[in-house]
Every structure is written in C-alpha cells, then in structure tokens.
C-alpha cells in the first residue's frame, strides 16, 4: 500500500491525538479502578426483580407499611400539592394500573378493582428513559437496575415523557422543603432540586446484603424481590406456580416488577 | 481615529471596572483557612497530603464506582478497605462541615454542590 | 455592517426599548426561577412540558420554513427570491436562538448543560437536536452574513458560501425530523406516537415559517424603501397554501387512524384535544380555533383573487401563523401528557412568570430579528440608489 507522506502525518497525528486522549484518560485517574470490589456479603444479582402478591397485600387495610418505609429510608420529600408529588412507591387501582387491559372491561370481579395495587419503577429491560437521556445520568446497570445519577442528571425530564409507566418524579423546588421536621434517614442523602428521581431498587440495601426497604417492611410477606435470572430464587419459584402480570407488555420494555392478581 | 475622547474614556472606564477587584482587594490578604480536625490520631482514607491535593478527583471516582459501578468497597494505598460513602464513611469522621469542609472551601470560594443533598446530622437541624 | 443597527429612526429605539422591557422583566422572572426551582411554573409530575418546550417545538418550524426560500433560488434557479433569502436565513436565525433558549429555561440544572457534550450520548434524540441546531444556526449566519456582505460590496458570492447555502437545505429538514423524533419515538405516549409527526411537523413549518416570512417582509416594505416585490411575495404565498393544506390532511390522516382503529389510548388524545376528555376540555376552544384559521387562511390562499389583496393577504398570514403556533405550540405538547400513564388527567395552566419568560424569549427573538433585518433592509436600500 502506498501511502503518501501527507497522508501519513495526517493518520499519525490523529492517531496521537487519540493516543494522548487515551492517556490523559488513563492517568487522569488518581486511584486503580482495580482496587474497588463488592463489600463482603453484599447481594449480587444479574436481573434483580420484584413479584407483588396481590392475594396477601391488602389483607390488612389501609397497611402503607412498604410506603412508609420507603418514604424514610429514602428522605422522599413530602408536597402537599399533587402537582410536586414525589413518590417512589405508591398505590393506585387496577384500572389505573392495567390501563390497557382495563379501560374496557367492566366484569373484573370488585374485589379486584378496589386492590391498593402498588406501583414503582418497573426496571426494565428495555428502558425508554434510559433510551433518551441525553447524558446517561440515567443508566442500566449490569444486575438489571435501572439507576439515575443525580450529579449528572440536567433536568430536562425527556425520560419522564419516555416512561410509560409514569414512575418518574422531578424535584420541582428544594426537596428539602419537603422534609421539614420529617425524620431523616441519615445513612441516605436526599436530592437538589431540579433534577429527576425514583425508585432505586434500594441499591444502597442490596450493597449492604439487604432486602429493599419495602419489602423488609411488608409484615404479610406480599413483597418478594430476587434475582430472576436465578431458576431457583424465590421469585422465579412464584412466577413458574402463579399466573403474573406485568403492566403495559405490549410496550416491549419487559418490566421487572410482577403481579400475582389471584 | 474619529471620536477619540469618547473611545479613551470608554476604554479607562473599562480597564478600571475590569481591573476592580485586584485594586479593591488590594493589602487586604485573607488569612489562611484553619479547618478544625477533630480526628487528631486517626488515619484518613489516603495520605493527609493526598488528600488535601485530591480529594475532589478521589470523591468523583468514588462516586462513579458506587454509584454507576455498583462497587462500593475501595482498597487505600495502606491495603485497608474502605467502604465507598461521602455520607456515611467521610462525614462521620469529619463530622463538623461547617469548621472544616467549608473553611477552605470558603477561603477558595468555591461552593461544591456536595451538599445539595448529602448532609450531617448536625447540619440537618437548619431545614429539616 | 452591523453598525447600521446603530442608526434608526425614534420609532425603531422605541421599539428596541419596549423589546428591551420585557426581556428585563421576562429576565427578573427567570432569577426567580433559578432561585426557587421550576415549580414557580404550572408543569407537574403529570404535564412535565409545558409552554418553553412548546414554543421551541413550534420555533424549530419557523427555523426550517427558511428553506422554502432558499430551495427554488438554488436548485430551480428562481432568481426574484435572490434578495430575499436573507431574510429567510435571517429569520432562521432568531427563531433557532430562541430554541435553544427555550431549551435553557426548561432545564432544571442549567449549569450542568454541558454534561450533554460531556457524556455525548448517541442514542438519546436530544443528543443529535442540539446537533442538528447548533448546526443550523451557524450555516444560517455564515450565509446569511457573508451573501449580504457580498451584496453590500457589489460581488457575486463565493463558492464556498453557496456550498453551505446548499448544505442548509438538507439540514433543514433534519433540523424539525430530530425535533419529531423527540416526540414520535416514546413508546406509551399514543398521541405523539405516529409515523407522520415528523411529515406533519415539516409540512407545519413550511407553512408557518414562509407565512411568518410574508408577514414580516410586509412590514418591512412598510417602514423601509425596500419592496420585495408583489411577485415574491405571491410565489411565497402559494407555497405556504400547500404546506398548509398538506398539514392539514395529515392531522385528518390522525383523525382517520386514531376513530376508525377505534383504539381508545389512540383517540384519547386528540379526543382531549378537540372533543374534551370526561369533562376536560380547556384547550377545545384553542384547538377549534386553530381549526377554523387554518382553513380561513387556506381559502384565502387558494383563491386568486383574494391572495392578490395585501390586506387579505396578510390577514391569511397571520391565520396560519396563529394556527400552527397554537396546534404545535400548545395542543401537541400538552395533548400528548393527557391522559397519564394512569389515565388520570392533570391539566396544565402556565403562570405569569413562565409566561413572563417565554414572552422575553420571544423578545430576544424579536430584537435578534430586527437588529439583522435592519442592516439587511440598509444593505438593500443602498443597492437602490
């Protein structure tokens, strides 16, 4: 191949570009990534998913215990104007939830259109939000947790037009205006404003070896979280003997978060 | 040059609003920020001269491991191992911000945006 | 060149200052907003766009209506439009400033901005807008600049610049097929949800822009020596009729699929939009109303006769100008957030400080126009005597 001496010094000169690029990559770092792990004793999972018994949640009524729990581990802030809401966990009624299986049918027994069916992040395999975020502030993470950083995230709320599932919240003030007086979680900090938040998975549990924070504090046991890539964990058990939804399928974004309706 | 009365004076009154802050702060040298240490004895996460140079790039990787890698466990030069948290490992020794964090912050006049949203109990009491 | 902006009749440093108040005020407001957060604005966690991404959407049109100028002069050699391309380019100019002002304010975290170049991230749509934008607004001031310059001096234009006005015609029409792809790529939101969002948003553009064009180059032609000429503005005209009816028939087509399909997630939205949606139904004036426009100023654009009458003329202008502004500037952003994921329904009013932002946006638009048109109407003036 001939290559001309211009041509030459161009492909060099890129290629040293590059190669600087590299380096200054390389040495910017002022610690090895190699000497970061996983604490001992942490739970590792590949595709970290949640089955709600529906059939045991809501047994006892008015229960808010997951919420509750939620609302404090996390410092989720509280706005009494819907329009500020923030929420990780909440619930809502299946017609609500099911929308597309619902609206148009009236003969779903009452006792299932009047379940407290709660709703989160769905996780998802395919996650719109994650598709459009202009900076990866919100990303997938290898264990199938859909993650946000909030040190990165703009606010430009393209992933809460995205999610179907309307699990996104954006902090319109001050978070912590939302706190006052609240008791504070302190192992866990709380947002700014203007950027976008939601549930977690409880990343920040699961590095500590422990189950989220809702499902800790479900008394009837309706909450069930494990890692569905694993044939013999708890949630594929329930999947493989209970007939379980997931919302909005149709969408192909295969959520992580299943219902046992009954 | 046409206008050359207006252009000087507008190129003085320049160079006099934009030189402003040299001559204004003039002999008057803040002095040196004294962060109070109250973990006299014990050993921080690196080197105290590391960390006085670095901590800031130190913090931003920590928080990029934890947070995007999911890897929260950080071996230090000395081979301890150190659990990843501004919160909940860094603030529990240095548990008074306002005397020692924001000493030099202040001195350097840069406001990180750390505290947004991670905090010390103590610090807490003013909004919560 | 630009000092002839310097130079202007009491008229014009009247209206540079009543563009200079509400910019001042527009300006406190957003202090406001960087204080407190963007919950002084009346988005929610339901309706999480409001009016500065509206109005960016409905601006990116005007940006690309540029190019139903720029088209017949370069490649069908259509040589009355030679003059007036500029001001085309010009308008081009304001209206992507304004963009990506629109972005800015909408933005919870203003500073971390350049995160977006920091982190490029490919696969989201926003990444290749600002692109696409950025890109347009610079080919738009190199030619834009450099054509006049070269009308000032009495030179024919360089190669070099007509390649980038040739660049700009493709560009264009990337510049509102992005912007589509924001909406029409998110899976979940059936009203935005349609292959022919980004036909629907160009055939809006090429109406609106050119029309917005007619409008301002009738002013121009009222407080300056320069005329465009009849001719140019007819031929304009008529090339704002077909868009126009071509926008039209596409919103029928939605109709179409959405009622006939007799899906309910597909017709919710334009059903909220037109109809009302069990009881909601603030924008169903707004949307009649631009319905009604819409095919006013068709009428009037189609019929001979009436075109030729400068009062009718402008009068269809405008009806098409409001009629776009309000089909994309308020029910396709809002249309597409009602209903929620839940089906619930949370309606959107702006406040008087977003609106107060958005209005100085516009007036920074505005004085960005006026400035260029003022030394492109200078330029064209001397060329007369």
């Given at each position: ?127 719109p939000?994650?598709r459009v975020c202009p900076t ?20 430009c709320?393209f992933?809460?037009a995205a ?100 | ?128 | ?48 766009w409001?009016?500065y991404i509206a109005q960016f959407t409905y601006l990116v049109g005007v940006a690309a209506g540029a190019v139903m100028l720029v088209i017949p002069e370069l490649l069908h050699?259509?040589?009355?439009y030679?003059?007036?391309v500029v001001f085309g380019e010009f308008l081009a100019i304001a209206a992507v400033t304004m963009c990506l002002l629109f972005i800015v304010?909408d933005i ?5 901005l350049f995160?977006v170049l920091?982190h490029p991230t490919p696969n989201s749509i926003l990444f290749w807008d600002m692109i696409v934008l950025n890109g347009y607004l610079l080919i738009n001031i190199i030619v834009g600049y450099n054509t ?12 070099w610049v007509k390649f980038f006005a040739y660049v700009s015609i493709p560009w264009a029409f990337s510049i509102h097929t992005v912007t589509a792809f924001l909406y029409c790529g998110l899976?979940?939101r059936?009203?935005w949800l349609t292959a022919i969002m980004a036909p629907r948003f160009l055939a809006s553009a090429f109406a609106s822009g050119p029309a917005l064009l ?22 304009i005209?008529?090339t704002v009729?077909y868009a126009m009816?071509a926008n039209?028939f596409f919103v ?72 776009c502004w309000?089909d994309k500037g308020?029910?396709l952003v809002?249309?597409g ?28 638009g505005?004085?960005i126009l ?16």
């Amino acid at each position: 191949m001939e290559l001309k001496r211009r041509q030459f010094l161009k492909i060099a000169g890129a290629a040293g570009l590059l190669g600087a690029g590299a380096a200054q990559g390389l040495f910017e770092g002022t610690a090895q990534a190699s000497r970061v792990m996983h604490p001992e004793g942490a739970l590792i999972g590949k595709r970290w998913a949640m089955v709600i018994d529906m059939r045991k949640c809501g047994e006892k009524e008015g229960c808010n215990d997951c919420i509750n729990a939620c609302n404090f581990v996390h410092n989720i802030p509280h706005f009494d104007t819907p329009k500020e809401e923030i929420k990780w966990i909440w619930k809502d009624e299946y017609e609500h939830v099911f929308t597309d299986i619902s609206t148009l049918d009236p003969y779903v027994p009452e006792r299932i259109k009047e379940l407290p069916f709660l709703v989160m992040c769905n996780h998802c395999d395919n996650p719109p939000c994650v598709r459009v975020c202009p900076t990866k502030a919100t990303f997938r993470r290898p264990d199938g947790i859909v993650a946000m950083d909030y040190h990165r995230c703009i606010g430009c709320r393209f992933c809460m037009a995205a999610c179907p599932y309307g699990s996104r919240n954006f902090n319109w003030r001050d978070p912590r205006l939302g706190l006052k007086g609240r008791k504070l979680n302190y192992e866990f900090p709380t947002r700014m404003r203007g950027v976008v938040e939601k549930c977690n998975f409880c990343v920040e549990r699961l590095a500590k070896g422990k189950m989220p924070a809702c499902v800790e504090a479900c008394k009837e046991g309706a909450l069930t979280f494990g890692d569905l890539a694993d044939p013999n964990s708890e949630v594929r058990k329930l999947l493989s003997e209970n007939y379980a939804l997931r919302r909005k399928p149709q969408l192909g974004t295969k959520p992580s978060v299943f219902y046992i309706i009954a | 040059m046409y206008d050359s009365g207006k252009v000087i004076a507008g190129l003085v009154i320049f160079v006099a609003i934009a030189t402003f802050p040299f001559w204004f702060g003039m002999g008057k040298a803040a002095p040196m920020p004294k962060p109070e240490i109250l973990t006299k004895g014990q050993k921080c996460v690196e080197s105290k001269e590391y960390m006085r140079s670095t901590h800031m790039q130190l913090l931003n990787e920590w928080r990029d491991w934890a947070l995007r890698d999911g890897k929260r466990l950080y071996e230090n030069e000395r081979g301890e191992k150190i659990y990843i948290s501004l919160q909940n490992t860094c603030m529990k020794c240095h548990s008074n911000k306002d005397k020692f964090c924001d000493k030099c912050h202040e001195y350097a006049s840069i406001k990180p945006y750390c505290w947004d949203c991670h905090y010390v109990p103590k610090e807490s009491k003013k909004w919560n | 060149m630009i000092e002839k902006a310097l130079q202007g009749s009491s008229r014009y440093w009247t209206w540079i200052g009543f563009l200079l108040v509400i910019i001042g005020a527009g300006f406190i407001s957003y202090l406001y907003q960087l204080k407190t957060g963007l919950g002084i604005t009346g988005m929610s966690r339901d309706v999480s766009w409001g009016v500065y991404i509206a109005q960016f959407t409905y601006l990116v049109g005007v940006a690309a209506g540029a190019v139903m100028l720029v088209i017949p002069e370069l490649l069908h050699h259509y040589h009355p439009y030679r003059r007036v391309v500029v001001f085309g380019e010009f308008l081009a100019i304001a209206a992507v400033t304004m963009c990506l002002l629109f972005i800015v304010v909408d933005i919870g975290q203003p500073a971390r901005l350049f995160n977006v170049l920091l982190h490029p991230t490919p696969n989201s749509i926003l990444f290749w807008d600002m692109i696409v934008l950025n890109g347009y607004l610079l080919i738009n001031i190199i030619v834009g600049y450099n054509t006049l310059l070269c009308d000032k001096k009495g030179i024919p234009v360089p190669k070099w610049v007509k390649f980038f006005a040739y660049v700009s015609i493709p560009w264009a029409f990337s510049i509102h097929t992005v912007t589509a792809f924001l909406y029409c790529g998110l899976p979940g939101r059936h009203a935005w949800l349609t292959a022919i969002m980004a036909p629907r948003f160009l055939a809006s553009a090429f109406a609106s822009g050119p029309a917005l064009l007619i409008v301002l180059l009738l002013i121009v032609r009222k407080v300056s020596k320069y005329d465009p000429g009849d001719k140019v503005l007819q031929t304009i005209a008529k090339t704002v009729c077909y868009a126009m009816i071509a926008n039209i028939f596409f919103v029928l087509l939605e109709f179409f699929t959405s009622f006939y399909s007799n899906i309910p997630g597909h017709m919710h939205g334009l059903e909220y939009l037109f109809f009302g949606l069990h009881g909601h139904d603030q924008l169903v004036p707004w949307m009649r109303t631009a319905g009604v426009l819409g095919f006013l100023g068709v009428f009037i654009l189609l019929v001979p006769p009436l075109r030729r009458q400068v009062g009718l003329l402008a009068l269809a202008c405008v009806a098409i100008v409001v009629s776009c502004w309000i089909d994309k500037g308020t029910g396709l952003v809002i249309g597409g957030f009602v209903p929620n994921p839940f089906e619930r329904i949370t309606e959107y009013h702006p406040t008087i400080p977003e609106i107060s932002i958005a209005l100085a946006i516009w007036a920074i638009g505005f004085l960005i126009l006026t400035v260029l048109y003022k030394v492109a109407i200078s330029v064209r003036e001397q060329e007369l005597s």
